[in-house]
């Protein structure tokens, strides 16, 4: 089968990018959509051109390095599948693929179809953690959590980080990505105790990293490749409110960025020196 | 060069008691006047990066993906094991330590294992306070499930995805540190050197993947949690960027690389289907609990499964192993599948696979349980194969999945050069010739967080460190090497990419330094992988620039290193005439066809000295001592 990729080619943040149209043999429809660019690239290679880049590592779906729009969908039209392991069985033959990547501010693009993520990192770095030190713990029976509970924490617990969420939004808003992460450590009784504190700090960080407000329009659990609930959203707001009332007295020091980096970034190029 | 373990002698169980009470400490004070640096992020990595930094080190972390999440752990799928004993079933920390000697085939270091199996118990309490949600029972205790090589039920898990869940606790602690000051992250940025100043492991040197900037870190030590190198064999079921640059850069300044022939093929992956695959995907292990094995009686049976009648179907691994069945350890599982397809009777379109049938554990559990335990696994197959596994047995083949060579260490996980710690699956100690199941992630996380903690802290605290200058000559002299490389690679402007080379080079390793390997074989792939790399230099073509993104330059720089390695693994191969557990002489078999070891003459780790381009590496014993677990010859019958 024949296909043509029409991929976003942009050599750094600087330059303005363009697509660019590549028809590609499909040698066989198990294929996987980066497969496919790989056989791309390596014919690039050896025509002399430049080869696209585009982030991957694990592909098996979990590492979440890997990710772009596929006509306008997040990972593409298989519903809970990432990028590599989308197989070319579910394109036609003849068929045009528009690979662009993900487009928010807060994720500003590096290279072709590689973006800065680095603002998902600094949203865990300001509460998605359980402030437990090693060496500290308790025998891991000590907290007995009924199967229910530990599978809903584990549904959560599941986002793979690939910022899917924010590119099919709209409002390129974070808040799957950042809920999954309050529901799961707040769902468990061992998260329980910095509830108020996480959610504060991480709403804060979002908002100050650029992303959007959430508006329940729902695209990003429908892209997203492990399937996490909006529900996590609904948690992250209701822990985002109950912790406004308890800790009103430091609403005024939590809602501004509290580091000098959490704004920086936005604007900043990449620095060999952070 | 005589290797000193540095092994506790006395009571093994007080080993790691008196060595930590041995140790010189670091003022709480003077903690934060120590820089150093952890190379990696993943569970080895990230673990210690936090553990360091809660201490009050100043720590950098470097990993080359855009993020410490991302590190390859993720990717294990089954599980990780702990001497519990919460199942009542009989397990302690020294069964715990004796399956894993044994499953290594008695060639680990006992002190090691014994420590690790210490640390289990202590890693599940720890991951469990810090939020990862490890299957639980109704009534809210931790579950556990069964792998291969034990017959004790000590496997945590978090559904099909321990690794993930379990990495992402160590992300988030050295998310904490950041935040908090301690550690200062480099992502997208990849070590291309170390830095060596009087003898000690003072700094790398370090390439920014966006800018290409090349950049150099000093610090009192450096530890290296780079993972392992299976990525030499092209298809594998590593990341596409796991590599060995760093640990190979670090032996080529004189860090000894042991046992480089142990790797383990991991029985149960999804089969080859075409040319342009670019890596292999794995089904966790833990399908064997519930899944049989088995192969059609005759050769060239290309009836559909459900058409062979159980008379006509060979469950081998429960013929051949009636007390594991079909959980024999990994190398045993996938040598006894090679076998059957080498007699013709593999199954799918290439005749290299066989079948993983679930059909009696859905008639006696119910589909369900099933998908309770499952579920994301068989996802997975039928999105890659597009057959649904709950009707059609799976198809499976072995693949290359982990390495039990690496930088040789001492107890204390200090390589031949002081202050290089080398901690998971870079380092070469704790698992012999064979990885049991579910035993990586407890290795990565018992050196991060438990092991290596204590050890650094005593290096510093028994040396004197100057400060280190840009201008030294040692500095100077890796910052040219390095640019000399790369410039280099991007000069020869040749015909063939660089992944045309790995394919090339990935299958040479695979068909003669694989599964089963002859003393032959092993002479003519040195052979081969010289010619190649002969052609290499003058013939690859690495479009682009230095000063840029350039994933093909990337690459370049890894396979440049694999070269070297894969000939370094067929040397290692070729000195051992012996089988033991992954590494299979065909030379040296029981009449039942099972690996044959020589304790007499090979009960040693083997560690190789890097001479130069052109020499031959020297090679340093260290001789193995069983006081505990008596070699024997494994049996799993």
Known sequence: MKVTLKIWRQKNRKEAGKFVSYPIEVASVEMSMLECIDVLNEQLIERGEEPVSFEHDCREGICGSCGFMINGVAHGPQRATTVCQLTMRHFKDGQELVLEPWRASAFPIIKDLIVDRRSFDRIIASGGYISVSTGNAVDGNSHLIGKETADRAMDAAACIGCGACVAACPNASSALFTGAKISHLGILPQGKPERDKRALGMVAQMNAEGFGSCTNIGECTGVCPKEIQLEVIAVMNRDYLRSSVNRRDELGTTITPFTEWSTGAKYGTPNVQE | MILDSKAPTGPIDQAWEQARFDFKLVNPANKRKHSIIVVGSGLAGASASATLGELGYRVQCFCFQDSPRRAHSIAAQGGINAAKNYQNDGDSVYRLFYDTVKGGDFRAREANV?????????????????????????????????????????????????????????????????????????????????????????????????????????????????????????????????????????????????????????????????????????MSESLRNDGRIWVPLKAGDKRSPDQIPEAERDYYLERRYPSFGNLVPRDVASRNAKAVCDEGRGVGETGLGVYLDFTDAIRRLGEKTIRDRYDNLFDMYQRITDENPYKVPMRIYPAIHYTMGGLWVDYNLQSTIPGLFVIGEANFSDHGANRLGASALMQGLSDGYFVVPYTVGNYLATNKFSAVLDTAPEVKQAVACVKQTIELLLSIKGKRTVDSFHRELGKIVWDYCGMSRTAAGLESAIGQIRALQEEYWKNVNVPGSGDDLNQSLEKAGRVADFFELAELMCIDALNRNESCGGHFREEYQTPEGEAQRDDEHYSYVAAWDYRGPGNPPTLTKEPLEFHYVHPSQRSYK
Request: contains cysteine.
């Open chain 2, 114 to 282: 014994y420590r690790l199996a210490q640390m289990s118990v202590n890693i599940i309490d720890q991951c469990v306070a810090q939020g990862v949600p490890f299957a639980r029972e109704y009534g809210g205790a931790l579950t556990n499930r069964s792998f291969g090589g034990a017959q004790v039920s000590r496997t945590f898990y978090a559904r099909g995805q321990t690794g993930q869940q379990l990495l992402l606790g160590a992300y988030q602690a050295l998310e904490r540190q950041i935040h908090a000051g301690t550690v200062t992250m480099h992502p997208r940025t990849e070590m291309l050197d170390l830095i060596v100043i009087d003898g000690k492991a003072r700094g790398i040197v370090a390439r920014h993947l966006v800018t290409g900037v090349i950049t150099t870190h000093f610090a009192d030590a450096v530890i290296l949690g780079t993972g392992g190198y299976g990525n030499v064999y092209y298809l594998s079921t590593n990341a596409k960027g796991s590599n060995v640059t760093a640990i190979w850069r670090a032996h080529k300044r004189g860090a000894l690389f042991a046992n480089p022939c142990y790797t383990q093929i991991h029985p149960t992956c999804i089969p080859v289907s075409g040319d342009y695959q670019s890596k292999l995907t794995l």
